[in-house]
């Protein structure tokens, strides 16, 4: 059966514009609601309550997106209720013959036959098809691969009220004490480089120019220089992507609450850094290596994270320099090389 997962996340790369998911999500479900038009709806909708997925935590919304967990039955109702599929049509209309040409080829790999002329009005009736099916039903029979495991916002653990010593992780779950969480499956690179790869992929890009003493390099001309520069690229990106698990394991098992915890690592990684950083280096290249051995040596023993045994090692730690470039906190090639 056809889900709200499949459909939200197939066609993310044609109309995310750059969001995170959970924006993405909220403007998504935006989109299939019609505008405002009474007094009632028009209240809502300026103090934020109009979209029913506006009150949801951010992790709620990625399980949502991920799949993990479907939309209400009373919010999938409240959808239906204001849906506009001719609105969601016309928006899906509008983008480019390209955007249409990858929304039909999601489409097919659904089972849904589609052309650019009429991927709008079968987006909007794919869309109807699933909110209709979360309206009925709002609980989807999942398989707990253990009885011990947690799942719900409720029952979520906070790392600070269990002793740390007795926290590990091993065969993708998080031990703690005698309970047993499952966390997400881990994400790797893509083939097509994700809109929020963009600044650190470009910074990487400009630091093997900057080494090769050239304007530009893009990932499709990498083939034309050493291949030390296309194995490094490959590298930086799993870095990333392990960095990236981090974060969204920690929000899905311990909820926003605990998000800090991470905040302090990534500060923790740039303390430990950051004169390696500003020393003088021939090009950015250089810079870049030299940040990365140096974060596999620093310790960062003032996250709580990193004395989770077998959960953060170098791989996540030389990633984490790679949020802080996108977060502009750091950047290979300064002004003076």
Same mark, same amino acid.
């Given at each position: 059966?056809? +889900?709200? !997962?499949?459909?939200?996340?197939? =066609?993310?790369?044609?109309?995310? *514009?750059?969001?995170?998911?959970? %924006? @993405? /999500?909220?403007?998504?479900?935006?989109?299939?609601?019609?505008?405002?038009?009474?007094?009632?709806?028009?209240?809502?909708?300026?103090?934020?309550?109009?979209?029913?997925?506006?009150?949801?935590?951010?992790?709620?919304?990625?399980?949502?997106?991920?799949?993990?967990? +479907?939309? !209400?039955?009373?919010?999938?109702? =409240?959808?239906?209720?204001?849906? *506009?599929?001719?609105?969601?049509? %016309? @928006? /899906?209309?509008?983008?480019?013959?390209?955007?249409?040409?990858?929304?039909?080829?999601?489409?097919?790999?659904?089972?849904?036959?589609?052309?650019?002329?009429?991927?709008?009005?079968?987006?909007?009736?794919?869309?109807?098809?699933?909110?209709?099916?979360?309206?009925?039903?709002?609980?989807?029979?999942?398989?707990?691969?253990?009885?011990?495991?947690?799942?719900?916002?409720?029952?979520?653990?906070? /790392?600070?009220?269990?002793?740390?010593?007795?926290?590990?992780?091993?065969?993708?779950?998080?031990?703690?004490?005698?309970?047993?969480?499952?966390?997400?499956?881990?994400?790797?690179?893509?083939?097509?480089?994700?809109?929020?790869?963009?600044?650190?992929?470009?910074?990487?890009?400009?630091?093997?120019?900057?080494?090769?003493?050239?304007?530009?390099?893009?990932?499709?001309?990498?083939?034309?220089?050493?291949?030390?520069?296309?194995?490094?690229?490959?590298?930086?990106?799993?870095?990333?992507?392990?960095?990236?698990?981090?974060?969204?394991?920690?929000?899905?098992?311990?909820?926003?609450?605990?998000?800090?915890?991470?905040?302090?690592?990534?500060?923790?990684?740039?303390?430990?850094?950051?004169?390696?950083?500003?020393?003088?280096?021939?090009?950015?290249?250089?810079?870049?290596?030299?940040?990365?051995?140096?974060?596999?040596?620093?310790?960062?023993?003032?996250?709580?994270?990193?004395?989770?045994?077998?959960?953060?090692?170098?791989?996540?730690?030389?990633?984490?320099?790679?949020?802080?470039?996108?977060?502009?906190?750091?950047?290979?090639?300064?002004?003076?090389?």
């Amino acid at each position: 059966m056809l +889900t709200f !997962s499949e459909l939200a996340k197939g =066609i993310f790369p044609f109309c995310s *514009d750059g969001q995170n998911i959970e %924006d @993405y /999500i909220l403007a998504l479900i935006e989109r299939l609601m019609e505008t405002p038009t009474s007094c009632e709806d028009i209240h809502k909708a300026n103090d934020g309550t109009y979209n029913p997925l506006a009150s949801l935590q951010a992790n709620t919304i990625r399980k949502i997106y991920n799949g993990s967990r +479907t939309i !209400s039955s009373q919010n999938a109702a =409240i959808i239906i209720k204001h849906l *506009d599929k001719a609105k969601f049509q %016309d @928006y /899906i209309n509008e983008l480019s013959g390209d955007a249409l040409f990858g929304i039909c080829t999601v489409l097919a790999g659904l089972g849904i036959t589609s052309t650019p002329l009429n991927a709008g009005m079968i987006c909007a009736n794919a869309f109807e098809k699933v909110l209709t099916d979360c309206s009925k039903s709002s609980f989807r029979n999942m398989k707990q691969e253990n009885d011990n495991e947690l799942s719900s916002d409720k029952d979520k653990l906070k /790392i600070s009220d269990v002793p740390i010593t007795t926290v590990y992780v091993r065969d993708g779950k998080i031990h703690i004490g005698d309970t047993i969480i499952a966390l997400p499956a881990k994400q790797s690179p893509p083939d097509e480089i994700a809109p929020e790869e963009t600044v650190y992929v470009t910074e990487l890009l400009k630091a093997y120019a900057d080494a090769e003493k050239v304007p530009e390099i893009t990932k499709e001309s990498l083939l034309d220089y050493p291949g030390k520069y296309r194995r490094n690229f490959q590298e930086q990106r799993r870095y990333y992507y392990d960095a990236e698990n981090i974060r969204n394991s920690l929000r899905e098992v311990f909820g926003e609450e605990e998000m800090d915890l991470f905040d302090i690592l990534k500060n923790e990684t740039y303390d430990g850094i950051i004169e390696v950083f500003f020393e003088d280096y021939e090009h950015g290249y250089a810079r870049l290596l030299s940040a990365l051995k140096e974060v596999s040596r620093i310790s960062t023993d003032k996250s709580v994270l990193c004395k989770i045994q077998n959960w953060i090692g170098n791989s996540e730690k030389k990633g984490i320099c790679h949020l802080l470039v996108n977060e502009g906190k750091i950047t290979w090639v300064m002004n003076d090389n």
